[in-house]
DNA sequence: AACGACACCGAAATCGTTATCGATGCCTCG
DNA sequence: CGAGGCATCGATAACGATTTCGGTGTCGTT
């Protein structure tokens, strides 16, 4: 016998003997062939069978020149008989990256978190990496819970959009912890300047801007605007570029044309008193929730949309393509800022070298449709 | 020296000089603090740096009953100085267990599986398991890639619900390869006897029935189907259900009433000829997105909704909710479907014995609103 | 004084994989 | 016939953590 010099051919048989009794013993203690062939093979299990080495058997596998034709052909065809797939475990271990990165969202109910998430996971897989979610549902604490649940799993990167209470309370602590584990952050849309990482977004304070400009432009004079409770960064942006545009036209900004709603949930009954309250001709919303509702408001009101009131909403969801009159938003392209995000990410777990951390702006556009008049009035 | 006996005084001082020496190499190559504190720490690290064993530090952090308190306290605080993390990819390796599960979903448009993930994700996350997702778009091959992806990361197990697709080519042998790598597998609602797995789902003939029935008492006796072409398993259940309704209330089922639509997108023209030549008084619509349009195009034709049509739509979503009228649908109450199939995954990997394959069925309710009349007519 | 119990700690195996470094024959060439 | 090259393969370390087992010194008991 030519092999087997390291290890008596002896050894050899009486492993190998072992490895079929023990399968045969999980074959007949189960009593089911599904289970019998669901064991996991590893390179271990088909060096015995073949009676070679692991290593071999590694390099056959992997097309190793150093190996024979004829050992590559047999290690080939066991490992197809047996589904052999290997360890992602244990190559990651090797490795020491796990090809997964970690996405934290505050909510899914919004059209523009589950297209960002598109962007994200579609690029990713594109370029092999697996993508975990959690919610935050714009909870400091459970925030903490799914950075915490992420970096257990052993991510290499986080994309995150920051949770409303975050913002609020200026609670960083959880999120540094980040980057003291070496981890990589992106954060998009909800962004700060207190976490070291990159940032991805859209411009709200210029969107807003050249949203209202648009209204004022149609020939709007009293623009309201409903937004959220203010502990949001970006309506707070949305808010300044919306009085930027009043005032660049000299039209006055009225702090009883914007309403703040909690964010929880819209109450008709405050926009019925908003309304019938506040004439206008026209309103921005910094979403198409908001938007719409307000607009079922307006309607019952005996207003018609958009001639005696335009409306203007953010997030190009299905409420704003199938709403009756269909919703004028501002496309925030959810897809392109969470494909940019995860590139971001990718390129950084990637590069060997330490990158700097950078700010990205995804242009905003405005799609109209019928909730605004074609022509100027 | 008490210690030291196993292994010389002086290697183990050269090794911490060593690992101190590499550290300061990284912290002046970088020039950055952040990345300095950045490294990731092992129980090497720890032990190196406090001149004790490995093993000695990981039973000292897993609160072993054979560390002294002195030595415990010293491992704990410098653990928390550098924050350390036990790397999880190494315990996976050993506990051959990656708390990990994946769900393959057909999109996340839709609102109902937008919540059957909330479900899974909350479940799961509850459990100390982590989520990851891919999307089939529907398409065979995209699904065969998703699963691949997520077989290779190492998941446990994987929650699914069947491409279009791959019901229509009746494709199973990438699903039954899931069984072959002994994963579990769970599938909701398009859910297959084809391949070995539990199956959560609705009662969709029954629920259509119950839909029918509730439009038939209501007085409405021209009662049409909007569906999508028929390789969808659950959409011909709810045909089935909506026949038997018809056929027990002694009304004739025409099938000029049912229109198949092509799943990718609604065209409004094909909707506008089959209410101009098909007079009904109801509508039950397979999902949201159909029903809202629908009534769109029966509005412009000047019927009234409820009055003179009535609607019934599928999936609990926002767009039945703040549509107008607000739409009357069955509700496949996802949330709940979703963490039955993470309950009954999870329970899967956790037990030793192989449990039988089972069917859960969710039951259903008929969420009423606008667009259905609350008395007969 | 000798022996055993006990407290405390370290070495080594293990999980599955890859990469490095030998090691073995065989063949060829001088 | 011996040396060296080549083709082919195996042993081993490493990744980071846990766990079993064994070892050391101390102290108390007889």
Chains 1, 2 share one sequence.
Request: with cysteine; net charge neutral.
């Amino acid at each position: 016998m030519p092999r087997g010099y390291q290890q008596s051919p002896h050894t050899r048989l009486i492993n190998r003997f072992v490895a079929d009794f023990k399968r045969l013993m999980l074959y007949i203690r189960t009593d089911q062939i599904l289970v019998f062939l669901a064991k996991k093979y590893t390179l271990k299990d088909l060096a015995l069978e073949l009676n070679i080495s692991i290593s071999t058997v590694s390099k056959a596998l992997n097309n190793s020149p150093e190996i024979s034709e004829d050992t590559q052909k047999k290690v080939l065809a066991l490992a197809q008989l047996y589904h052999y797939r290997p360890n992602s475990t244990a190559l990651r271990l090797r490795e020491s990256r796990s090809n997964h990165i970690g996405v934290v969202l505050p909510d899914l109910v919004h059209h523009f978190f589950t297209t960002v998430f598109k962007g994200i996971e579609e690029y990713a897989n594109a370029r092999g990496f697996n993508v975990s979610v959690c919610f935050s549902d714009d909870n400091t604490q459970k925030e903490k819970d799914a950075i915490d649940l992420l970096l257990d799993s052993g991510v290499d990167g986080i994309i995150l959009s920051l949770a409303g209470q975050t913002q609020q309370l200026a609670a960083w602590s959880h999120l540094q912890e980040v980057a003291a584990q070496g981890t990589h952050l992106v954060m998009f849309d909800r962004v700060t300047d207190h976490v070291p990482g990159d940032q991805v977004m859209i411009d709200d304070m210029h969107s807003a801007y050249k949203a209202t400009q648009r209204l004022i432009d149609l020939g709007c004079t009293r623009i309201a605007l409903l937004t959220t409770e203010s502990y949001l960064s970006v309506n707070q942006d949305r808010q300044s570029g919306y009085i930027k545009a009043l005032k660049e036209s000299n039209l006055t900004y009225e702090a009883q044309r914007v309403l703040a709603l909690p964010k929880s949930e819209v109450d008709p009954a405050s926009l019925r008193t908003f309304f019938a309250e506040c004439p206008v001709d026209a309103v921005l919303c910094v979403n198409e929730l908001i938007a719409v509702q307000a607009m079922h408001v307006v309607t019952a009101l005996g207003k018609r949309i958009p001639e005696d009131v335009a409306f203007v909403g953010y997030n190009n969801g299905m409420l704003s393509m199938y709403s009756y009159p269909s919703l004028t938003v501002v496309d925030q392209q959810g897809y392109l800022m969470g494909e940019k995000s995860a590139e971001v990410l990718i390129d950084k777990i990637c590069s060997k070298t330490p990158l700097d951390i950078s700010k990205y702006v995804i242009p905003t556009t405005l799609v109209e449709r019928n909730s605004t008049p074609n022509t100027r009035k």
